[in-house]
């Protein structure tokens, strides 16, 4: 008992002094994602975990005895946010391998996730699915100051219909698993998004058509109704929470975009109609697409059930043409990778890939920033290098705008003003 309180006083103590202190940091270059401009020589001042100030040099007064962070020689961008990931999974566990561990493994796990997550430059996420309420608990330990790791926004466990791609498929009806967030029908749906804000849940995630990785389903099928998915939106909307569903298919896209969700996670098979109902109501699309190089490269060493690679190979290439037709169509996109399905701290991979497939560097990068603050709910304190905002930011060296992939190579990262990774 000693050893814990002692550790909790350290780490108040430590949280305190680093957010009282006043960071003025300065760069080559500071991208402003809101104009899409370099900003020449910015100067940011951070104060209490927040940035009070951000411009030009020129423009901007550094109080007396602020301790100063010099980049020169690097460009400065906003820390970046991943809307979809599972940081209490590890790609190369597969199968019916996740057998051989205790479910405090994955809890383990996800400190180690947590931390390559923000090594990578990632000061935010949303954690879209998980078991056990872990996400919520990394959560705690993360703002207690015990682990290193991004801010997380949890979903806690991922809703589901009974057989669906968010229930356990995997065994014979004489084994029995715990499944808290599978609910059907409108009474049983309102009670579990209740439950699941009771118990920490920021935004509710849920599975409105089946996916690669659940062995019986077909990775397109709509699994719930237009009434059962219309009760869910309205119940979490009314607790002040945004709303997310994994829906490949076609069908459940569109029945999910008429119930008013607000992010589509995959959107692999979406089609115009899809399109005109994300821009009418205002509704993103997070489109993991750099997936499918890993799955279909790795998937069978890391014992993934040959019915998900099937899938794989049936959906990868669809999404990736559905990502360029809605790029174009001028469909709101944010960053979202789904790792865990791939290795955690590599997220920003995908960058190139966006590129590749229609997006020019600012949009993909806006998409892990601005947008995804928007997305957030949470544009006041993410998303931008803006007075009022967190003092999350990251510095790569050169020009992302000319070479997105310089992401992948994060040379110093900062969190709340303090700095977690400096490796110039």
Known sequence: MRIVLLAATMAGLIGSTASAETVAISAARMLD??????????????????????????????????????????????????????????????????????????????????????????????????????????????????????RIVPATYAMGATGGHCD?????????????????????????????????AEVIKFCGTGGVFSKTDSVGGQQYTQEEMNVLVSEAHMLGMRVAVHAHGTAGINTALRAGTDTIEHASLADDESFALAKKNGSWFSMDIYDDDYILAQGTKNGVFQESLDKEKAIGRAQRETFRRAVKSGVKMVFGTDAGVYPHGTNALQFATMVEWGMTPLQAIQAATLNAGEALGRSKDVGAIAAGRYGDMIAVAGDPLTDVKLLQHVAVVIKGGVVEKDAR
């Not at 100030?53 to 991943?82: C, Q, Y």
């Not at 954690?127 to 703002?143: F, R, T």
């Not at 029995?176 to 609910?183: E, G, L, R, S």
């Open 168 to 200: 356990t498929t995997e065994y014979p009806p004489n084994i029995n698993v715990d499944t808290p967030a599978v609910a059907n029908g409108v009474e049983a749906i309102r009670a579990t998004v209740r439950k699941l804000r009771k118990y920490g």
């Open 33 to 150: 994602v809101v104009t899409g401009k370099m900003v020449a020589s910015p100067m940011v001042i951070v104060t209490d975990g927040r940035i009070v100030a951000a411009g030009p040099t020129s423009s901007v007064s550094v109080p007396a005895g602020a301790r100063r962070l010099d980049l020169s020689s690097l460009t400065l961008l906003p820390g970046l946010i991943d809307m979809h990931v599972h940081l209490t999974s590890d790609p190369t566990i597969g199968g019916y391998r996740v057998l051989d561990y205790t479910p405090a493994f994955w809890t383990v796990i996800g400190v180690a996730n947590a931390k390559s997550t923000l090594q990578a430059g990632f000061t935010t996420v949303r954690n879209v699915g998980s078991s056990n309420y872990d996400d919520v608990g990394l959560k705690q330990a993360i703002e207690a100051g015990y682990v290193a790791g991004p």
